[in-house]
């Protein structure tokens, strides 16, 4: 992957550590009921790779704060358990990818949701607006 752009990124406390190399197949702010529930927040933008592209940093063997919680049948989402902070999602949906919370992600990067997922489930209590019709 020489050549390509690095992203790299961490929970609050730094003790999860991660990066990807390469383009994003997406970034997208999501707004379905299930990531605003786990983040507490409107709306988690999401950077989603291939998970060849995403690398876990090492960790001292006995320092592994990376945990994972099975928020559905199909999916996970991975957190830090010293601070608590909500870094990646998995999901059988999506086999073979992991997603990122960009919110993570060191800055500055060039990194911005180009859609928002599930705006079916927009809340009513955001500024964010429904999508007109065509």
């Known amino acids: ?40 927040a409107s709306a988690v933008c999401w950077a989603g790779v291939k998970t060849a592209q995403f690398r ?5 063997a006995d320092k592994t ?22 870094v990646l999602f998995r999901s059988e949906k999506w086999p073979g990818e992991i997603h990122m ?8 990067h060039d990194l911005v949701a180009t859609l928002v997922d599930f705006r079916e489930e927009l809340p009513a209590y955001t500024a964010m607006k429904p999508k007109q019709s065509d």
């Open 1 to 40: 992957m020489s050549g390509e752009h690095r992203y790299e990124g961490s929970c609050m406390c730094g003790s999860v550590r991660f990066s990807f190399s390469g383009t994003p197949l997406f970034v997208a702010d999501c707004v379905c009921e299930s990531c605003r529930r786990a983040h507490g």
């Open 56 to 60: 876990l940093e090492d960790s001292p």
């Open 65 to 86: 704060h990376l945990k994972w919680y099975r928020s559905s049948e199909a999916s996970e989402r991975g957190f830090c358990s010293a601070c608590g902070t909500r």
């Open 101 to 108: 919370a960009v919110a993570c992600m060191e800055t500055p």
